[in-house]
């Protein structure tokens, strides 16, 4: 496939429950950010990666939430012991080039997944 | 606070008609803006970026301004189609050295035949 992939899709989860969360970024793509999208909201960003090195997880919420990408392509995102203020859509984002300098290079977003936490 | 507010949640307009979208920030100094669309189930697509030097943007119907001293862009779509009915968000990258974008809430536009 040439786009960001994601899965699941939709994800229901029990209070308590830890849940993981996978992206597939475009084949190449050096760049990969995590973002959170609360309904009626705009996109907010978690985390980012260059390669396999996490570089800024200044917007993981608390340390329920952990994100990797060992090999620097595919990433999982988890959350531990999960609450209902996590119920949102979760969206992954991947761009060719290294986002150094105000880089304006494309990100491309994956169809996100939906987290519902009862 | 930092703020990006997108002038109204939702915003119908005749087809054919230009759909004019707004977009304001506060304390913030973006190195460019962009533009994307969100359809239902969908992540973002994006459309258009406006560096912080460049007045007007444009690409087939679509129309970006940004007027740094308004600290606003406006997004314009002209003869408007139904098909054009989705969410548009803007986002802004800035100076101060961070690799995210931050987002507005959007703005959800329907295209009426």
């Known amino acids: 496939g040439a786009g960001v992939s994601q899965s699941p899709r939709y994800k229901v989860a029990k209070r308590g429950q830890d849940v993981a969360l996978r992206c597939d970024p475009i084949s190449g793509h050096v760049s990969l950010f995590w973002y959170q999208q609360a309904l009626g909201q705009g996109p907010e960003f978690l985390t980012y990666f260059q390669n396999e090195a996490q570089l800024d997880k200044s917007g993981l919420p608390s340390d329920r939430f952990f994100a990797e990408r060992p090999e620097g392509s595919v990433s999982t995102l988890k959350i531990q012991r999960t609450q209902q203020e996590d119920s949102a859509v979760y969206l992954c984002a991947s761009s060719l080039v290294i986002a150094t300098g105000f880089s304006t290079d494309t990100q491309y977003f994956g169809p996100g997944t939906r987290l519902t936490v009862l | 606070s930092q703020k990006i507010e997108q002038n109204s949640e939702a915003l119908n307009i005749q087809e054919g008609k230009t759909a004019t979208l707004t977009c304001n920030y506060t304390?913030?100094?973006?190195?460019?803006l962009q533009w994307y669309r969100q359809d239902p189930g969908r992540g973002p697509v994006f459309l258009l970026l406006?560096?912080?030097?460049?007045k007007e943007k444009r690409k087939e119907r679509l129309k970006v301004t940004f007027d740094t001293t308004l600290k606003q862009s406006l997004f314009h779509i002209t003869a408007s189609q139904p098909a054009d009915s989705a969410t548009y968000l803007c986002a802004l990258l800035d100076q101060t050295g961070a690799n995210n974008l931050f987002f507005g809430t959007g703005t959800r536009l329907t295209v009426i035949p």
């Open positions: 304390n913030y100094s973006p190195a460019y």
């Open positions: 406006i560096r912080e030097n460049e």
